[in-house]
């Protein structure tokens, strides 16, 4: 997890799906769907407007092909463990 002054693990959570959304190419609608929700809810949740829920964990991880321990722990994170999703390939 980094280690910014006042960063919050919702930040570091949504932080990090944004950027391995990027990495992967998915779209919102495509996390959204593995989590039972719509588009919109995601979109809102990734703003820091509605928090996310302990049972979305493991959901959004699996999606990436990671643990939910992994996704907590942020990108780089990821990145330095060598566990990033190849790009443009998600479990979809």
């Keep these: 997890m980094s280690d ?3 960063e919050t693990l919702e930040t570091t959570l949504n932080e990090t799906i944004k950027l391995l959304m990027t990495r ?3 779209r919102q609608v ?3 769907g593995a989590l039972g929700i719509t588009r919109g809810s995601l979109s ?3 703003l820091g407007n509605s928090g996310w829920r302990v049972n979305d964990l493991a959901p959004v991880a699996e999606f990436f092909a990671l ?3 992994e996704l907590l722990s942020g990108y780089a ?3 330095a463990s060598h566990r990033l999703p190849p790009k443009g390939q ?3």
Excluded: S
């Design 67 to 69: 643990t939910p321990g």
């Design 77 to 79: 994170a990821i990145a």
């Design 30 to 32: 495509d996390v959204a």
């Design 90 to 92: 998600t479990r979809i």
């Design 44 to 46: 809102q949740r990734l």
């Design 24 to 26: 992967t190419g998915c």
């Design 4 to 6: 910014h002054e006042g």
